[in-house]
């Protein structure tokens, strides 16, 4: 159960409830998700979050399947069933093998994945378990992905970091007929 009431539209001023539309016309969704609902008890710090996660996962200078791996990657790190189920689901459909996909849910060797997710999980894993990149595993990054990838990458880190420590504080559900696939 989650720890905060889900803020519905209704329950919102003028300013929030233009919020909550944006949240859903990013996503193209025909409503907020309950993780964003629980994040609506503020409105204007939810709203800068979400539209941060919306250009990153739709106008990203990340190739589709590389982005979607480092999401699920990040995910595995911070064990979230939410955004493991949901973009571990988007990584197959941008072309992540169901063998790299089921090597980062089990944290077998490195060496399952190809050559570029090699590069994405180091990335990840040295960001959120030293809190440092190495100067050589973020050339190899920069070098696969360019300037702005490596940054995009980056961000991608960030913000899937904050929305899973969200998700550790507040317990949002998962939405209703989903089950976890982590």
Same mark, same amino acid.
């Given at each position: 159960?989650?720890? @905060?009431?889900?803020?519905?539209?209704?329950? =919102? %001023?003028?300013?929030?409830?233009?919020?909550?539309?944006?949240?859903?016309?990013?996503?193209?969704?025909?409503?907020?998700?309950?993780?964003?609902?629980?994040?609506?008890? $503020?409105?204007?710090?939810?709203?800068?979050? *979400?539209? =941060?996660?919306?250009?990153?996962?739709?106008? $990203?200078?990340?190739?589709? $399947?590389?982005?979607?791996?480092?999401?699920?990657?990040?995910?595995?790190?911070? +064990? $979230?069933?939410?955004?493991?189920?949901?973009?571990?689901?988007?990584?197959?459909?941008?072309?992540?093998?169901?063998?790299?996909?089921?090597? @980062?849910?089990?944290? *077998?060797?490195?060496?399952?994945?190809?050559?570029?997710?090699? @590069?994405?999980?180091?990335?990840?894993?040295?960001?959120?378990? %030293?809190? +440092?990149? !190495? %100067?050589?595993?973020?050339?190899?990054?920069?070098?696969?992905?360019?300037?702005?990838? @490596?940054? %995009?990458? !980056?961000? *991608?880190?960030?913000?899937?970091?904050?929305? +899973? =420590?969200?998700?550790?504080?507040?317990?949002?559900?998962?939405?209703?007929?989903?089950?976890?696939?982590?």
């Amino acid at each position: 159960m989650a720890r @905060v009431p889900y803020v519905d539209r209704e329950q =919102m %001023d003028a300013e929030g409830q233009e919020i909550y539309d944006r949240i859903r016309r990013d996503r193209n969704a025909d409503k907020v998700g309950l993780q964003f609902r629980a994040l609506l008890h $503020s409105p204007k710090a939810a709203g800068y979050l *979400t539209s =941060m996660g919306a250009q990153l996962r739709f106008k $990203s200078a990340l190739p589709e $399947s590389l982005k979607e791996f480092a999401i699920i990657v990040v995910a595995r790190e911070w +064990n $979230s069933d939410i955004e493991w189920t949901a973009h571990a689901a988007l990584a197959a459909k941008s072309g992540v093998s169901a063998a790299s996909i089921e090597a @980062v849910r089990t944290g *077998t060797a490195l060496t399952a994945l190809t050559q570029q997710e090699q @590069v994405i999980a180091r990335f990840v894993h040295q960001l959120l378990r %030293d809190k +440092n990149v !190495t %100067d050589e595993v973020f050339a190899a990054a920069q070098k696969l992905l360019g300037t702005q990838g @490596v940054v %995009d990458l !980056t961000l *991608t880190c960030s913000y899937y970091t904050a929305i +899973n =420590m969200a998700q550790i504080a507040l317990k949002p559900e998962m939405e209703p007929g989903k089950t976890s696939t982590l």
